[in-house]
């Protein structure tokens, strides 16, 4: 099974402030990669897929990169809603597998 | 607007059989895969198996592979995951989560249902 590692594992960042996520695959997945948002409570939202294509109705402060191994997920400029959980995910291999997420806070 | 419904809250004995339920609407049920993903509390997202809606065709991770049911309704539009012999360490939030278009059935999720607690307690 592919591992997905993501880090940090806890980003505290200010308002208006440039976050960066990362996360890292145990063996190639190619460009078939997410990233989700999570909130409590809520239903985790897609972010973007095939590494780098932002979801229908995603902001642009929100992107992707990477392929193979190694992935970024860049918040250019972190808004008040934008405080939550972040995962990835790669859908190259069985089972597909998930990060443990990383959380950003309010610094 | 595409949207996954799922059943409410559950609480359970050891031994004891769940079934958790999620409802499609605003797309053709039949046309995507859905998924089943769980967390429990304070681990990461687990993925649990994969249910084609036109045939019932599944396919379940080994970890879950004879404890774990998933079927469809497609009058309902309804996707069911049955979990038996309950546990402690089955205590999570249960997902279901959209998956490809029929023929792709490795992609992203999207959407996500809103997620059914599962609690195992004696």
């Known amino acids: 099974e592919i591992v997905m590692t993501q880090s940090p594992a806890t980003l505290s960042v200010s308002p208006g402030d440039r976050a960066t996520l990362s996360c890292r695959a145990s063996?190639?997945?190619?460009?078939?990669f997410a990233w989700y948002q999570h909130k409590p409570g809520q239903a985790p939202r897609l972010l973007i897929y095939d590494s780098s294509t932002r979801a229908t109705g995603i902001p642009a402060r929100f992107s992707g990169s990477g392929s193979g191994t190694e992935f970024t997920l860049t918040i250019s400029s972190l808004q008040s809603e934008d405080f939550a959980v972040y995962f990835c995910q790669q859908y190259n291999n069985w089972p597909l597998t998930f990060g443990g997420g990383t959380k950003v806070e309010i610094k | 607007q595409v949207q996954l419904v799922q059943s409410g809250a559950e609480v359970k004995k050891p031994g004891a059989s769940v079934k958790v339920s999620c409802k499609a609407f605003?797309?053709?049920?039949?046309?995507?895969?859905i998924h089943w993903v769980r967390q429990a509390p304070g681990q990461g997202l687990e993925w649990m198996g994969i249910i084609d809606p036109s045939g019932g065709t599944t396919n379940y991770a080994q970890k879950f592979q004879g404890r774990v049911t998933m079927a469809r309704d497609t009058s309902t539009n309804t996707v069911y995951m049955e979990m038996r012999s309950l546990r402690s360490e089955d205590t999570a939030v249960y997902y279901c989560?959209?998956?490809?278009?029929?023929?792709?059935?490795?992609?992203?999720?999207?959407?996500w249902g809103q997620g059914t607690l599962v609690t195992v307690s004696s």
């Open positions: 989560a959209r998956g490809g278009i029929r023929g792709i059935s490795m992609n992203w999720f999207d959407p």
């Open positions: 605003g797309h053709t049920f039949t046309s995507y895969y």
């Open positions: 063996q190639s997945v190619t460009n078939n």
